[in-house]
Structures are given as C-alpha cells and as structure tokens.
C-alpha cells in the first residue's frame, strides 16, 4: 500500500506570494492533518480534514486554509507569505482520526526569501 | 511556552551506551506517543502509552508512561547507529488535540 505523498518536496518562495500544497492520504484513509514543523518551535498542528470538513484547527493565523476532497486528497494554502513561514510542512493520514495512528508523509520544504 | 518538554534537546553517545530520553508536562495526558523521524522523512510512530504506569518495550526500546500520565521517558539499550534520529514525544488531550514536543535529536557514534 503506498504511504502518504506530498508535493511538491522543495518550494521557494517570496514575501507576499501565496503558496499550495498538496498531499495524497494512504488510500482507505479519511483524515488528514496539516503540522508545520519549524527548529524554534518544533511541530504545530495546523489543521485537520475528515470528509472534506474541518474538524479541528490550531493557533495559526488566517492566512492558512486548507481544503478536503471527496478523494480525501487535501491542499493546504497560505496567502501573503512571511519570512516566519519558512518550515517543513507535514501531512499526515489516518483512518478516521487522528486518535486513530497517523501515518506521515515525508514533508514539503517551504523556504520563503 | 511548550506543553510538553522534552530532554536533553541533543544527545550524542557512543554505540553500545545506553540512553533515556524524558518527555515531561504539567498537564494530563489521556496518552503519549512517541516518534522517530530521520532526515527528508516525516516521523514514523514508534508507540503509544495510555495507561498511567504503563511499561513497553519494543526491542531494546523501553517506553514509561508515569503514574499521573503527565511524563514519560524512552530508554534504549546497548544504543546502535541505527538509533539516530530525532525523537518526539506528543501527548493526546482530548477533542482530538495531539501536541508535540520539540524534540531530542540523538546521534549514535561508532
């Protein structure tokens, strides 16, 4: 069964731009949660998606969005980006919530100059 | 501030030294779960600990979650190169809220 996929792997961008990512669950998977994972402040949960609704949501501003398929694959957005944003952003899967194991993808690398 | 301190933040060791890694908060946790991830991957789920008191072990990994289920530790034994990685405690609080902790990245020498 194939893991969960991200893409893209690397992204660099400018203040001001607006960025999307996107992640494919492992197939049979029904959640998918966003994490932003920074050296400063570790891994924060950004969001979660379950059916295409939003389920849960962390402390992130506006600028972070995020939306849900009936394929269950999801995108995460973030508008007017800041130098701040620059982290791995990480995807991960599981089969109803995220009580249930998450599995991982392997990360996009967002670096904004 | 972070929910869940993890220490030390860096830990580096020779191969065949043994090792405990602390996970530690002042609030509850209905359970703890603890990662590995390597360079370029996304953490992987080593084991989950629900029950206060509760011991694993999974080969030479031996997980703790505490009586008051606000604290655990991860040994591992007879550490091997394999081991490197950064590992990350995150504690479950209900409503579906996992947070993590900063991490403890370990580096085994040959």
């Known amino acids: 069964k194939a893991g969960v996929t991200q893409t893209p792997r690397y992204l660099i961008k400018t203040r001001g731009q607006q960025v999307t990512l996107s992640c494919s669950p492992i197939s049979g998977h029904r959640s998918v949660s966003w994490y932003q994972q920074t050296p400063g402040q570790g891994l924060q949960f950004l969001f979660e998606?379950?059916?295409?609704?939003?389920?849960n949501k962390g402390n992130f501003p506006g600028r972070f969005s995020g939306r849900q398929f009936s394929n269950s694959r999801s995108e995460m957005n973030v508008s007017t980006l800041e130098l701040g944003d620059s982290a791995l952003y990480l995807c991960?899967?599981?089969?109803?919530?995220?009580?249930?194991?998450?599995?991982f993808g392997p990360g996009t690398r967002l670096t904004v100059l | 501030t972070q929910l869940l301190e993890q220490s030390p933040q860096f830990l580096s060791i020779q191969e065949g030294e043994n090792l405990t890694v602390y996970c530690n908060s002042s609030s509850v946790f209905s359970s703890l779960q603890w990662y590995r991830q390597e360079p370029g991957e996304g953490p992987v789920l080593l084991v989950t600990v629900v029950t206060g008191g509760e011991v694993k072990k999974l080969k030479r990994l031996t997980f703790q979650f505490g009586d008051a289920r606000k604290d655990s530790s991860l040994h591992i034994t007879a550490a091997q190169t394999g081991d490197t990685g950064l590992y990350l405690c995150a504690g479950e609080k209900g409503a579906q809220k996992l947070v993590f902790g900063q991490g403890t990245r370990l580096t085994i020498n040959p």
């Open positions: 991960a899967s599981s089969l109803r919530d995220r009580a249930d194991t998450q599995y």
């Open positions: 998606y379950f059916s295409e609704t939003q389920r």
